[in-house]
C-alpha cells in the first residue's frame, strides 16, 4: 500500500523543478490514481491492448514504467508464448518500488526491470509493443521525433506503440476547460488549491506537453499507417499507433 501523496500540501518556500526522487516514488501511486482521470481504466485496457498486439516470442517494453502498474497489467493479460516484458526507467528510486512491487503479484509473461535511459537504450528489433504511458511528456520536445523514430524503427511491422499523455488543447478557450475540469477532478480527490498550484509549478518546466494534432502528425510522419485515440477525459488521452 503506498503512502498519501502530501509532498506539496504546506506551503513552500522555492518550489523546485519536479523530479522522481524517492519521495516521489515513495507516494506515486496514490499521487498518479489522484491526478490522473480513468487512470485504473487506462491501466486495465493497457493490459487487453497488449494482449491482442504482441506477437510469440517477441519483447514488450513499458518505458518510464515508474512503479509497475502498466507492467503488471501487461505481464498479467499477455499470454503468447516466449514473450517477455522490459520495464525501463531511469529513476532509481522508481526501479526499487517496481521490482518490489512485482513480487507482490503472479503474472504468466516473464519481467525484467532496468534503471536506464529510454533515450539511449539499444531496443531489441523483435518487438511487438511498445508502453508509454505518460512518459514522453518528460522527454524534451526537440528529442521527441528521433526517440519515436528509434521506437517504431525496433516494432515488428503489425506492433504497436502505446502513448498516453497530458495535452494541450489547441484554442486558449477549449485549454481553460479542459484545465478547469481537471483541477475540479484534482479537488474531488482531496487536493488543496496550494498543492494543486505548488505542483503545477513543480512541473512547469519538465513536463512539455504537445495538442493531439501534433503526434498524430509526429506519428504520421515517422510512419506509423494507424493511429486510434482509445481514451479521452479532460486533458488526458491515450492513443495505439499500429506500424
Ligand atoms: C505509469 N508509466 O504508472 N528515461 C527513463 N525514464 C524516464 C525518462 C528517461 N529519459 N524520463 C522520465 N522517465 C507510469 C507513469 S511517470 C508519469 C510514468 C507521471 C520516467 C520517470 O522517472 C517517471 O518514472 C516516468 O518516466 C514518468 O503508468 O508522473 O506523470
Not at 509532498?7 to 523530479?19: C, R, V
Not at 511487438?128 to 524534451?140: C, G, H, P
Request: proline share 3%; with cysteine.
Amino acid at each position: 500500500m503506498s503512502k498519501i501523496d502530501n509532498l506539496f500540501s504546506t506551503q513552500l518556500n522555492k518550489i523546485a523543478d519536479f523530479s522522481f526522487d524517492e519521495n516521489v516514488a515513495s507516494v506515486f501511486p496514490d499521487m498518479i490514481s489522484r491526478s490522473i482521470p480513468g487512470y485504473p481504466l487506462m491501466i486495465e485496457n493497457i493490459g487487453r491492448i497488449s494482449q491482442r498486439y504482441a506477437l510469440p516470442n517477441s519483447v514488450i517494453y513499458d518505458l518510464g514504467c515508474a512503479t509497475g502498474t502498466g507492467t503488471l497489467s501487461m505481464a498479467k493479460h499477455v499470454d503468447q508464448s516466449g514473450c517477455h516484458i522490459v520495464g525501463i526507467d531511469n529513476s532509481s528510486a522508481m526501479v526499487q518500488q517496481c521490482q518490489q512491487f512485482l513480487t507482490q503479484y503472479h503474472h504468466q509473461c516473464p519481467v525484467t526491470i532496468e534503471c536506464d535511459d529510454i533515450m539511449q537504450y539499444a531496443y531489441q528489433s523483435n518487438t511487438s509493443v511498445i508502453l508509454m504511458n505518460f512518459t514522453l511528456q518528460f522527454i524534451a520536445p526537440e528529442h521527441r521525433q528521433a526517440m519515436l523514430q528509434s521506437l517504431y524503427n525496433a516494432l515488428l511491422p503489425g506492433g504497436v506503440l502505446i502513448l498516453s499523455e497530458k495535452i494541450t488543447h489547441d484554442s486558449a478557450l477549449g485549454d481553460e476547460l479542459l484545465i478547469n475540469l481537471h483541477h475540479q477532478f484534482k479537488s474531488d480527490n482531496g487536493y488543496s488549491d496550494l498543492e494543486i498550484s505548488q505542483k503545477r509549478t513543480a512541473l512547469e518546466k519538465v513536463m512539455l506537453t504537445d495538442t493531439y494534432a501534433t503526434h498524430e502528425c509526429r506519428l504520421r510522419d515517422i510512419g506509423f499507417t494507424d493511429i486510434i485515440k482509445w481514451f479521452s477525459c479532460f486533458n488526458f488521452m491515450s492513443l495505439v499507433a499500429i506500424k
